[in-house]
């Protein structure tokens, strides 16, 4: 039996390009010389794409293959992928959800606790030898804080476990309340960020969140405010977010996600009280291993006519009527 034809646009983990190699014939685009002369010749063959954030997978793409029917898309986040118009196109995209919450909601807490307590300031500290002259100054706490998560989804009620079991109230914001949670739901974002001080993101990015968290939020969210994004870098307004960090409109951030990653702006960078992590919500060999078995569960099962396990919003499965 031949196998299908799958256009895989950027490296991989080893277990995704060896899993999926067993059920179908793997095209990397990244290994090819004449890119455009591989895309034309599997104009009429591919039936499917193996993707994540490396690469935008949008109409401009898609659409150069008229049998394409499945998206298997690497992380949870699929901003780069045109959901939307390959769910108009009968074409069924994937992504990796919950395999990854508990190790992304780990690292929400651990960068919320280096940014509040300022522990990667002081390990520089030490290692720079000024232990021996004085004791680093105390830092700010955790205790006195209520936590407004921006994004109370799948990761997001992992994280306000967490908290909840700190004893840290945990507020939200969403386009929709939930009825089945017991934290305060605020209609609007700036109303939540004047009412906590510390907004932590764990929203998607996309058009709907582009800059969301803008200056009149950062605003609000004032100057012992604290700013946490394991979302999307678009979500806030980056330079917004500079202008407030210089003026002390909020006291910091911890940021794992950036707007052009994985180019950071010169600006954070070179700021002493905020926190920088390089995008590694989910970095864990183990999480990465199930996130990349799930890319290949999803494709395979497709292919073999079971349907997709995993299909994002936009492209229900069974397809809508
Ligand atoms: P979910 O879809 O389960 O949750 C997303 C939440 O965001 C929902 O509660 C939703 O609530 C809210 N939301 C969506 N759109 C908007 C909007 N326009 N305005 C306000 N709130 C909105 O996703 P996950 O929890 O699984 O993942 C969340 C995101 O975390 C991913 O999309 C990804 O970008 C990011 N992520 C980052 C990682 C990292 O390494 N840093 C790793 C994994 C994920 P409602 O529908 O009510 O608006």
């Known amino acids: 039996m031949s196998k ?23 095209h990397k685009l990244w290994e090819a010389a004449d890119k455009e002369a591989l895309l034309n010749g599997l104009t009429q063959s591919i039936v499917a794409i193996a993707t994540g954030n490396h690469a935008v ?4 793409l898609m659409s150069r293959f008229p049998n394409l029917k499945m998206v298997g898309s690497f992380g949870v986040g699929y901003d780069a992928v045109d959901a939307a118009w390959a769910g108009q196109h009968g074409i069924v995209v994937t992504n990796t959800p919950d395999v990854l919450n508990e190790e992304v909601a780990d690292t929400a807490l651990g960068l919320l606790l280096c940014t509040v307590r300022e522990f990667p300031q002081t390990d520089r500290y030490l290692r720079a030898g000024k232990w021996l002259e004085k004791p680093y100054p105390l830092t700010a706490t955790l ?38 949670v017991a934290y305060r739901y605020y209609p609007t974002l700036k109303g939540m960020a004047a009412d906590v001080n510390v907004l932590l993101i764990v929203a998607p990015g996309g058009a709907a969140t582009n800059k969301i968290v803008n200056k009149e939020v950062l605003e609000a969210l ?16 980056e330079q917004a977010l500079i202008e407030a960090l210089a003026s002390k409109t909020i006291r910091s951030a911890g940021l794992d996600v950036f707007e052009d990653e994985p180019r950071v702006p010169a600006e954070l960078i070179a700021m002493d009280h905020v926190v ?13 291993r199930a996130m990349a078995q799930l890319v290949v569960d999803n494709l395979v099962s497709w292919a073999d006519g079971k349907g997709p396990l995993t299909p994002v919003d936009e492209t229900p499965w069974p397809p809508k009527a």
């Not at 895989?8 to 983990?13: E, L, S, V």
């Not at 700190?166 to 939200?172: A, E, R």
């Not at 405010?225 to 806030?236: D, E, M």
């Open 4 to 26: 299908p034809d799958l256009l895989m646009t950027g490296p991989m983990m080893p277990l995704v390009q060896e899993g999926l190699a067993k059920r179908f014939t793997v």
């Open 222 to 237: 004032g100057p012992d405010g604290i700013l946490i994004n394991v979302g999307r870098g678009s979500v806030v307004d």
């Open 143 to 180: 205790r006195d804080r209520k936590v407004g998560i921006l994004g109370l989804g799948r990761i997001g009620k992992a994280i306000a476990k967490r908290l909840e079991a700190f004893g840290v109230p945990v507020v939200y914001h969403g386009r929709n309340e939930q009825k089945d």
């Open 276 to 288: 920088l992590f390089p995008h590694v919500g989910s970095a864990s060999v183990y999480t990465r």
């Open 57 to 60: 997978t949008d109409a401009a």
